[in-house]
């Protein structure tokens, strides 16, 4: 596509509690390129998440430009904007949100179940998945059957199961071991590099967040510091993060 995946220009969002109206985005403009795997970085509070969210179409900014693979999603109604994250995005969530009573396959399917596949091309696409994720072993086998990285990995493949345009990250190794972290990261960087998948990864760790080809820094909601890593062509938020 010409141009780039996601576009952001001066986002602003803001939460209402009680009277009072508290800022969490201010003025965020940047531009990710399609192939990037860029991680987001920031204290608590400093509005990476809700960043994410804006993202991947969970919320709403409160003004300022959204689009992502052309489409401006802010201008979508709440109908439109379901269809488009079921078409468009793959979630991947820090305590894997998986269903206890299906197995790995089942958990996997459950994105096609909003598609016109027939039940044999949702079980092959959910097998194929989970064979990419290293877990062909493992498709019959419950959620409380597998360790956390495994649980992670099947996530992963929930999230690959519909050839999403962007693979939206929220901690993905917050609750694991090390070891299992090192393998879920080294599984997004093959994602990223041999499949060219887009992932957009919140994360607190830095070991994590070197993982991604670009880190952003957020602090109050707005962009600090530099980018780390080799810089993308369109990625101007360092030029609004040298501004601040």
């Known amino acids: 596509m010409n141009g780039p995946l996601v576009r952001l220009r001066d986002v602003h969002k803001s939460y209402r509690r009680g009277a009072q109206r508290v800022p969490v985005l201010a003025g965020i403009g940047f531009d990710i390129a399609e192939g990037e795997f860029l991680a987001l970085m920031g204290p608590s509070g400093s509005g990476k998440s809700t960043l994410l969210n804006l993202i991947a179409g ?3 900014a409160d003004s300022g ?3 992502v693979a052309g489409e401006n999603i802010m ?8 269809d488009w994250r079921a078409r468009n995005i793959g979630f991947i969530f820090q305590f894997y949100n998986l269903m206890p009573v299906l197995d790995a396959r089942e958990n996997v399917e459950l994105p096609l179940l909003l598609t016109a596949l027939s039940g044999r091309e949702r079980r092959q696409r959910a097998e194929f998945a989970l ?10 086998h419950k959620p409380a059957e597998l360790s956390g990285g495994q649980q992670q990995r099947v996530a992963i493949a929930r999230a ?6 962007l693979i939206v990250a929220d901690e993905p190794t917050g609750d694991l071991d ?9 599984l997004l960087q093959r994602l990223n590099r041999e499949v060219g998948k887009t ?11 070197e993982a991604a080809h670009a880190i952003m820094h957020l602090e109050k909601g ?23």
């Open 65 to 67: 430009e959204l689009a």
């Open 160 to 165: 690959l199961v519909t050839d999403p345009t």
């Open 131 to 140: 064979a990419m994720v290293g877990l062909a072993d493992r498709m019959d």
């Open 58 to 60: 969970i919320d709403r």
């Open 75 to 82: 201008a979508l109604d709440e109908a439109a904007l379901a």
């Open 222 to 244: 707005e962009l600090r510091g530099k980018l780390s890593g080799p810089l993308p062509e369109t990625m101007s938020a360092c030029e609004a993060g040298r501004d601040r």
């Open 178 to 186: 090390r070891e299992s972290a090192e393998a879920v990261l080294k």
């Open 199 to 209: 992932i957009v990864m919140v994360t607190h760790d830095q070991r994590a967040a």
